[in-house]
T-cell receptor
Framework: GENVEQHPSTLSVQEGDSAVIKCTYS??????FPWYKQELGKRPQLIID?????GEKKDQRIAVTLNKTAKHFSLHITETQPEDSAVYFC???????????FGKGTTLSVSS | GAVVSQHPSRVICKSGTSVKIECRSL??????MFWYRQFPKQSLMLMAT?????????EQGVEKDKFLINHASLTLSTLTVTSAHPEDSSFYIC??????????FGSGTRLTVV
């Protein structure tokens, strides 16, 4: 089955800096790669996703890149703000029907 | 957008009792429901996948007789934790998929077994 590795587990940045979180996946059949932000005790919130036919996607300060050959994808947050502080999870699935398999999460702290 | 309602949001039960958690898709037909468990400061771990009208498929290490999943309709799936013990205390969350709808998460259930 799919296995998703995520690094780093914690990340501390200054407000305004960029943050990068990286994930690798094992199943070459996976074709859907979302990123979630989760606050304590809440459901994961989808912030951006990418499908395997695309190499990069951007939404304002957030971007995701995908390298299918290397089986890794990354989340880039620019101009970080204190409200970006949260736990971020990457995930992978075969979009037609399999479950999302999550990475272990990254706790991002943005200090002002 | 798609909404999945999950109840209860919090439950405290005594050791040895059973607890039922419900997930309802409010505005779409959930052909597939995924159930996850999340321990404090850990990731979401897939417990089982259920397709409407079929038996659930459990992940390795998840006891099917302890975590009973029912998905008898396209709008309702339930997870029953039977004979709960303190080690079952966790955050349980469902995720539904339907035709034309992506992964929609419920709001989660915080289970505490005392």
């Amino acid at each position: 089955g799919e296995n998703v590795e995520q690094h780093p587990s914690t990340l501390s940045v200054q407000e305004g800096d960029s943050a990068v979180i990286k994930c690798t996946y094992s199943d070459s059949a996976s074709n859907y790669f979302p990123w979630y932000k989760q606050e304590l005790g809440k459901r994961p919130q989808l912030i951006i996703d990418i499908r395997s036919n695309v190499g990069e996607k951007k939404d304002q300060r957030i971007a995701v890149t995908l390298n299918k050959t290397a089986k890794h994808f990354s989340l880039h947050i620019t101009e970080t703000q204190p409200e970006d502080s949260a736990v971020y999870f990457c995930a992978a699935s075969i979009e037609a029907g399999t479950a999302l398999i999550f990475g272990k999460g990254t706790t991002l702290s943005v200090s002002s | 957008g798609a909404v999945v309602s999950q109840h209860p949001s919090r439950v405290i039960c005594k050791s040895g009792t059973s607890v039922k958690i419900e997930c309802r898709s409010l505005d779409f037909q959930a052909t597939t429901m995924f159930w996850y468990r999340q321990f404090p400061k850990q990731s979401l771990m897939l417990m089982a996948t259920s397709n409407e009208g079929s038996k659930a498929t459990y992940e390795q290490g998840v006891e099917k007789d302890k975590f009973l999943i029912n998905h008898a309709s396209l709008t309702l799936s339930t997870l029953t934790v039977t004979s709960a013990h303190p080690e079952d205390s966790s955050f349980y969350i469902c995720s539904a998929r339907g035709a034309g709808y992506g992964y929609t998460f419920g709001s989660g259930t915080r289970l505490t077994v005392v």
